[in-house]
């Protein structure tokens, strides 16, 4: 592991149908990135309200993957590994999580093929009460039995595990003309301490097949989004909040009237410190991609006007955070010549939403089919991406074998910003 510390200046550039200035970002960016073998892919990273940040990646052993997961002080613990399986579904968009629950306390989810058709896989879930040494049993995280899509899980703590998801069980049923009766949906579950699944319960009938969900906890309960479906095929954010235990109907957050007939695989990310709550997305509206920020200062009952960065060359694929000054930062894909993206940190300043950038990965050095990740852990701002190895040849025996990514991984202080 190196630990370099990389000045990034990004230059002033005109931002594109909004009367905004980009201004140059200069952060002082401390490598702490993990050995990991090549074909590492899909990080995942999360701070705790216990204030623990954790992440976690899928590594390849012979025929099969692992979860492994570290935790941050100021650089990562020695890496654990959560479960290994030969028989798990691996997809760039659908991916594991380990999250921190309270104190010792801690949760992974991982994808498990179900049946021999692409998308049938069910959910697992486990957990740990001695800081990730040791798992419980993998618990199925739905009741159902159909061979479908159950996946894109945002795991939480709310009085022990709770989690959203999506559930493809009514894609089972023979087609009919109401998409309603085959379509996707978003459930909502806990695991009780008896490690039985508990609280199961449908949230909203109809919503996009693919796109991450993502949940922030807060003094008042959790709040998930999500992106919906209309039966017209408006594909917009919404969002929904759990009111003692359940889960309220999602309404919309922003109406971009993004009509699309097929899901565009980009979910939206949130941050919360309790009543102050900021959601991103990506949206291809009216033929112009960009992605959008908002904020609520009262638990996301209403926001103000998003904020768009990226417009007409973002590919999306964001996560974003905050800061103790309540400055927004987003980590997200600029699209490039020929598919190529490079990876673009942002920042909105608190007060006067004036926008700095600057790139963390060229062109070329990262997968276009990825997420990048982001959490604030007090005054540290942290990253992890999947990232390409090019001197590693490509495996010519199978399209499907991935040996060319690892994962890279910095931070910096963000208290001078």
């Not at 952060?27 to 892919?41: E, R, V």
């Not at 052993?61 to 399986?85: L, Q, R, Y």
């Not at 969002?239 to 695989?265: F, Q, Y």
Request: proline share 4%; charged share 20%.
């Amino acid at each position: 592991m190196k630990n370099l510390t990389k000045k990034i200046i990004f230059l002033t550039i005109a931002c594109a149908n909004i009367n905004a200035e980009i201004l140059p970002l200069n952060i002082s960016l401390q490598d702490i990135s993990l050995n990991t073998p090549n074909g590492s892919m899909s990080p995942f990273i999360r701070t705790s309200r216990s204030n623990i940040t954790t992440l976690n990646w899928l590594e390849p052993f012979e025929d099969g993957h692992k979860i492994v997961f570290t935790t941050f002080e100021n650089k990562w613990a020695k890496p654990k590994t959560v479960t290994s399986g030969d028989n798990w579904f691996i997809n760039w968009a659908d991916f594991p999580s380990v999250i921190n629950l309270k104190n010792d306390k801690y949760a992974a989810h991982w994808l498990v093929k179900s049946g021999s058709s692409n998308y049938a896989y069910d959910t697992y879930i486990s957990l740990s009460n001695d800081k990730g040494k040791r798992w419980s049993k993998p618990i199925k995280a739905h009741n159902d039995q159909t061979h479908t899509e159950h996946g894109f899980v945002s795991l939480y703590e709310n009085n022990g595990l709770g989690f959203i998801y999506l559930d493809g069980r009514k894609m089972a049923n023979e087609a009919t003309k109401n998409k309603n009766d085959t379509g996707m949906t978003l459930r909502g579950a806990k695991i009780d301490q008896n490690l039985k699944l508990t609280s199961t319960q449908l949230i909203d009938g109809l919503v996009c097949e693919c796109c991450l969900t993502d949940v922030t906890e807060t003094d008042k309960g959790p709040i998930g989004i999500y992106r919906n479906r209309s039966k017209n095929e408006i594909r917009d954010i919404y969002i929904t909040r759990n009111n003692n235990g359940s889960w309220e109907d999602g309404k919309p957050l922003h109406l971009d009237n993004w009509k699309i007939a097929g899901c565009p695989v980009n979910g939206p990310s949130i941050h919360g410190n309790d009543k102050n709550i900021t959601v991103g997305w990506f949206t291809g509206a009216n033929n112009t991609p960009m992605i959008k920020v908002a904020k609520s200062h009262d638990y996301g009952f209403s926001f103000g006007e998003p904020i768009k960065i990226g417009v007409k060359n973002t590919v999306g694929h964001l996560s974003l955070t905050a800061d103790k000054n309540k400055n927004t930062w987003i980590f997200w894909q600029r699209s490039m010549d020929r598919g190529a993206v490079e990876l673009v940190l942002t920042m909105i300043e608190n007060g006067s939403n004036k926008i700095f950038e600057t790139t963390i990965e060229e062109t070329r050095r990262t997968p276009r089919f990825s997420f990048p990740q982001i959490t604030s852990n007090g005054n540290n701002i942290i990253l992890a991406w999947t990232a390409i190895n090019d001197s590693v040849a490509a495996d010519r025996e199978s399209r499907s074998q991935n040996n060319k990514t690892f994962i890279k991984s910095a931070y910096f202080k963000a208290d001078i910003y």
